[in-house]
């Protein structure tokens, strides 16, 4: 049987959603990427699932910025005076690594934060950053709203910030699952290691073969299994 294609995928359930009967109470459904790189936000489009960039698409963080950036519904990320260019000199490429974020790179050793933008200099950039933040914001206090917050890491998972995350989402007026897929790269094949439910979060932890390499996996196999993992959470939800 042919391989089916994400992109076919994406078209029978926008169409499955169009043709659903309505329900009471019904508002949008989202799903957003809390990064923490540009991968997981890459599978929800991939799987037809993102419709709308946020802030989180396209910037490197850590589960602990994320998790800050919740808490003070984006303050320190948007404080521009903390936003610092790059010198080339220190870029792995002059097209790459462009901005940083002195809070997060004192908090969190991070050492660039915007890899293709730099909103400390471009205000197109700075605005465009505004504008993912502001349908994070819009979608998060729609009551009508449901909303899957997807985080992807490779990075070590300290369950306080899990935590943390799942209750600060729970004090926003929409209807928040956050979902967590813990990697863990180097493994002989792609596989659910372990699953943790609790109120308003999943984590997962998933084993596979090759690290990220920024939009996917060193191995079609662990794309392939992410894709089905992904799809089949979201249905579940």
Not at 38 to 56: D, I, N, Q
Not at 66 to 72: A, I, K, N, S
Request: aromatic share 8%; with cysteine.
């Amino acid at each position: 049987m042919p391989e089916r294609q994400p992109f076919t995928r994406g078209l029978r359930r926008a169409f499955r959603d169009l043709v659903a009967p309505a329900r009471p109470g019904d508002g949008p459904v989202n799903h957003i990427s809390l990064g923490t790189h540009c991968h997981m936000a890459h599978v929800l489009k991939t799987e037809g699932l993102r419709t709308w960039s946020g802030p989180f698409d396209w910037i490197f963080s850590t589960p602990g910025m994320v998790r800050d950036c919740l808490v003070d519904d984006f303050a320190s990320l948007l404080r521009r005076a903390d936003l610092e260019t790059i010198p080339i000199s220190e870029r792995p490429d002059p097209s790459l690594g462009r901005c940083r974020h002195r809070v997060f790179r004192e908090r969190y050793g991070l050492p660039c934060v915007f890899n293709h933008h730099d909103p400390a200099s471009s205000d197109a950039d700075y605005a465009f950053l505004e504008a993912g933040v502001r349908r994070f914001r819009t979608a998060v206090d729609d009551p009508a709203a449901r909303n899957h917050l997807w985080l992807m890491t490779e990075q070590a998972l300290d369950p306080d910030i899990v935590r943390d995350m799942a209750e600060t989402l729970a004090t926003r007026k929409s209807r928040n699952t956050l979902i967590v897929i813990g990697v863990h790269p180097g493994r002989s094949e792609a596989r659910e290691a372990g699953r943790v439910d609790g109120p308003g979060s999943r984590w997962l932890t998933v084993e596979v073969a090759a690290a990220s390499k920024g939009l996917r996996f060193g191995s079609r196999e662990d794309d392939r299994f992410l894709s089905s993992l992904v799809t089949r959470e979201a249905a579940e939800i």
